[in-house]
């Protein structure tokens, strides 16, 4: 029998894939697979522990190494299942690794991972209720000058002062009370041609008193996906919900054009790096920088980023999207988001109907 490493013992992990539900089954399936067939993990392991023989003293004093490695780990080989893995209701997680041909168990808390792995989100409102994870939706796919939402759902006039009782802003009240709540008043982007800021229908925060807009973006995909959740329920029985089919979707905002041909065992910590944002080399993993477009947010996110060698482009479909680790992923979620021209999205989770 395998030790088991970590300061409570009280193991919460269901050992039953058949009978597991989706989110619980996907992170089984991400840490089988990184335990079984990547080798990164096991080098780092072994580079942590050294010739050690292991007690929980050791794994204690080492802990915030092993969250740092396995951060990157999993977001390397599971990033297409990282927003399904984030609805877990598992508090704790083992994954097994081997240290001087024996096996062991590391148990670790989830939270601490899902505070390590960032994904710049953001929060879409559009009348299309056939996306789905991983497609790509561009500012070309949107017609331009095009109003579909109400006015009653989100607030047409922007520059003098929002309306009060407009749908998405008594929501927007409501859950969003990390940016303000009622002190500030949200709005949904407007369609190219029609006085758009970043991309159509995207949450924007109005900061009152001020000529300041945000993007609502969360970098935590936990905390991302439960105000998704709670901002569409609030717009159930709303004037939004009588609206041309709209739907609500978590949404990528640093999506990066391809192409991409990148292993899945590809060392994260050896992806992307963009000291100044505008130019990215990402020959490591596959993604040839002239082929690479970053501009407004994307740029954004590649000069913090970039400047602490913790970020990467991690392949989809096709396309990469830009993945925080460790320290920098925490310090993202008090990073300003700025308005910013986007030109596509990666649908993450939804639709949410409404």
Not at 175 to 187: A, I, L, M, P, Q
Not at 263 to 274: I, K
Request: hydrophobic residues 45%; charged residues 20%.
């Amino acid at each position: 029998m395998k030790k088991i490493f970590g300061l409570i013992f009280s193991i919460l992990f269901i050992s039953d894939v058949a009978h597991a539900s989706a989110p619980d089954q996907a992170l089984i399936t991400c840490l089988d697979k990184i335990y079984k067939s990547d080798p990164v993990w096991q080098s780092g392991v072994t580079n942590i522990f050294g010739n050690a023989d292991l007690n929980d003293a050791i794994v204690e004093q080492e802990k915030a190494r092993i969250y740092d490695l396995l951060s990157k780990r999993i977001a390397t080989n599971c990033a297409s299942a990282l927003v399904t893995m984030a609805k877990t209701n598992q508090e704790r997680a083992i994954i097994g690794f081997k240290h001087k041909d024996k096996e062991y168990g590391f148990d670790f808390d989830l939270s601490k991972i899902l505070d390590n792995v960032g994904i710049q989100t953001g929060i879409l409102v559009i009348n299309k209720r056939n996306l789905y994870p991983t497609q790509v939706l561009k500012l070309s796919d949107i017609p331009k000058k095009q109003k579909f939402f109400s006015d009653e759902c989100s607030d047409w006039t922007i520059a003098d002062n929002l309306d009060d009782d407009a749908a998405v802003n008594v929501a927007g009240q409501s859950v969003f009370t990390d940016y303000g709540g009622s002190k500030n008043e949200f709005f949904l982007d407007f369609a190219d041609g029609d006085n758009r800021r970043a991309f159509p229908g995207l949450l924007l925060m109005d900061k009152t008193g001020s000529t300041e807009e945000k993007i609502v973006t969360y970098f935590n995909l936990k905390t991302a996906v439960e105000k998704t959740y709670q901002f569409a329920e609030k717009l159930k029985n709303t004037p939004c919900s009588i609206d041309n089919n709209l739907a609500v979707y978590l949404v990528a905002l640093n999506v990066q054009t391809g192409p991409v041909t990148t292993s899945a065992n590809d060392d994260l910590a050896s992806g992307w790096t963009a000291g100044t944002g505008a130019a990215v080399g990402a020959a490591t993993i596959g993604i040839g920088a002239a082929a690479l477009h970053t501009t407004g947010a994307a740029a954004a996110f590649g000069a913090l980023a970039g400047a602490t060698g913790a970020a990467a482009v991690v392949p989809l479909v096709g396309w990469g999207i830009a993945i925080v680790t460790g320290t920098v992923a925490a310090s993202m979620a008090l990073y300003p988001n700025p308005i910013t021209d986007i030109q596509q999205v990666m649908i993450l989770d939804g639709p949410y109907d409404i």
